[in-house]
Structures are given as C-alpha cells and as structure tokens.
C-alpha cells in the first residue's frame, strides 16, 4: 500500500500555532469519560472567502450525489477551534499514529493521509475498494472530490478507546491539505452509502456506529459542545461519544425528530422558526435544515437574510464579506429566536457578533463589529433554508442522537455569555 498518501480536493493553507499536544497537556479520565486537550490553530483564510465557501459547501451539501445503490464508558475527546473550523486528534494502527482531523457532521466517511503521511502497521487491512466521496469540507478550503484506498484498521479516540476494524479512505492525491491530516465524518450512516468502488452498493460504519456496536459506548449517539472563541490558540470544545456530558449544559436538552424534508433530512436536519427581537418579527417560518460543525456562520435563505439586514441596518464589509455595525446599531440590536419543537432558544446580540478580539484575524478593523449571520446564497423552500453552523452551535449544548433519529440543544454557560 502506498504511504504519503494526499486528499484530492484542494485547500487554502492553514498556519499552525502551537503544539497538538504541549508536553504539559494532561489527559483526563473518570468512570464516564476521557478528556484530551488540544491545541488551537489559526486559519489564515480571511472572513471575505470565508462566507464564499461557506455558500459553496451548502451547495454541495443541497446538490450531493443520491445514494445508488457490562455498562459501557463515554469517552469525551477534546477538540480545537481554528477560528472557522474544529479539530481533534485521532490515532490510527498499533502502535498508533496521531492525525489532526475535521469533525465534520454534514460528512460521515472518516479520512487520513493528507497533511501527514498515512503510517501502516500489523493491523492494516487493505479491503480492494476505492473511496470515492463529493469533498464538502468548506472554511477556507475549496470544495472537490475526494479518492483514496479503502482500509480498514484501528482507531484510538482516548487511551482505552479503540475501536476495531474501522473504515477508513487513505487518500492518493496530494492537492494541499495543509495543517490538518483529513476527516473524521460524524453524520448519519447513509452519506456513505454509493461511496466505495466496486463495492457501490455498500454503506460503511462510521467511528460512532463502530464504537456503538463493539459495547465501547452505551448509548448510539455524540455529544458535542463548542464555545465562543477569544483567543488564536484554545481548546474550548469536547466530543462525547455515547452519551453526554451533563457538566456542559445548564438547562434541559429539548429533542426534534430530524426532519423528513429532502435534502436537509440527509443530514443533521431539524425543522425551526427564527424570530428577531421581543416583538417577535418572523425572519424564517416553519423551514428545513440542517446543523452542520463544517460550516462557520448561521447561514438563513436569502429572503430571510435580506429581512435580517433590514432589521438590523448591517451594511457589507468589503474586506471580511460579512455585515457590520455601528457602535449605535449594535446598542440596538435584539436577539433572534429559533424556535425548535416545543422550546424557545436565544441568540443573544454578543453571540450575533464576530469575536472584536479576533477581527484583524480575518482582515476586519479591530474596533469594528462584524455579524455571523450571512446569506445562505439560496431562496427559501428549496428545502434547506438555513445551516445552523459553528458560530450558532458554540452557544448550545448539542446532540446527535443516532439509535432514535433525533438532534438535541440545551443552552449552557456561554448561551448568554458577552465575550464577543
């Protein structure tokens, strides 16, 4: 099998900062889960093509081709914020070699062999299949196709976590994935399904339905939670596989069926209702779509943004592409409300805004205030009308619950948080 293998969709550069695991980092681990910590790296992609490719990976998401043919632990990895997008650090083989890796929920094939050579040991199992997937990876990295060889081998989450015989695409381009090592894709199951050759007609076990059925978890479901960002170098998120991590949301999660709405029910879909301020002014009603940790902004169909912008007085930002404030508009500015199934969930005006201190990071001015909330580059009733992207979920607790089809949200403690 060859090594050195390389992703073929090609990738803005992404300025590493720090060490994945500084020499003082501790690993975490209690009866219910494991924590790694991570270091934080800056994208150096600036806001401008940062909303482009956010619209492209929706497009590609919308356009995808269909699919033809004893109690366990919960184990919470630590992942990292790049600024538009997170990343956590997988080991694959035995001994096992450390990968830098997207988490990704609008993907579910798991990928290494970019930025890092792939590493073959005893365990490796070359399977005779292509992988062939639409590369939907967007955040200052273009959108492609990707190919490789298909593998199967094992992979470590935490000490203790490994999961055997996973699938995994080596990939056999290289086309520039600098900074990170591929994809660990989260979402549903059947995006797989029509992404091998010749096997087409098979779906393959993502690393949660693997972890699930070898009794490493006990629950069929992940818990992730984010966080607003401040700082270039951070590890502010967590993954828990099998469960959830009580310790990170404060009020109750509110389950929603996912949604029966082609396309976003391919995804992490959920249907909601935004409103804008206490009078309650409908931005989106009753609309489909999807949650997505590959997506940056909180995209919204381009006649919902359009009443946005009016509400709000944002005007566009040539440098950054994204909407800004006056001081005064900002003092004025009301929440939005995303109304899913039965609860009520505020999005306050800090968490509206773009971190102020990470403005020149991505060609802003520094006193300037930039929304997150941007044009989804499509009309609404095409049924994906918004993507609720990093930007939203680092202010919710959220759950992809696998076994019964279904996404939860709880708020925490950065739900009203003003680090912005």
Known sequence: MPSG???????????????????????????SHVTLPISRRLNATGAANLVKLDQARVKNLKTRPRTNVGKAS??????????????ATVGVGNPPTDYS??????????????GKAFVQTSTTRDTGNL??????????????????NQITDQVTLAPGFVIENQSLGVAIDDAGFDGVDGIIGIGPVALTCGTLFPAILDCIPTVTDNAFTQGLIEAHE????FAPTESLEVTNGELTFGGVDESKFTGPLTFVPITSTSPSSEFVGIDQTVTYGTAGTPILSSASGITDTGTTLLLLASDAFATYQTLTGGVPDNATGLLRLTPDQFANLQSLFFHIGDATFEFTPNAQIFPRALNTAIGGQPDSIYLIVNDLGSPSGEGMDFVDGMTFLERFYYVFDI???RVGFAT?????????
Do not use: K
């Open 131 to 148: 992988v062939v997937i639409r590369m939907v990876v967007s955040n200052g990295r273009l959108n492609g196709y990707g190919a490789g």
């Open 101 to 114: 890796l997207l988490i990704d929920t609008g993907s579910s094939n798991t990928w290494v062999g970019a």
């Open 5 to 31: 293998l390389h992703l073929t969709s090609a990738l803005l550069g992404v300025l590493a900062v720090g060490l994945l695991f500084p020499c003082d980092a501790l690993v975490i681990r209690d009866a």
């Open 222 to 225: 992940i818990g992730i939670a």
């Open 403 to 405: 076994a019964n089809n």
């Open 412 to 420: 925490t403690q950065f739900t009203d948080a003003t680090t912005n």
């Open 74 to 87: 919960i184990f919470d990895p630590a992942i990292t914020n790049e600024v538009v997008d997170y990343v």
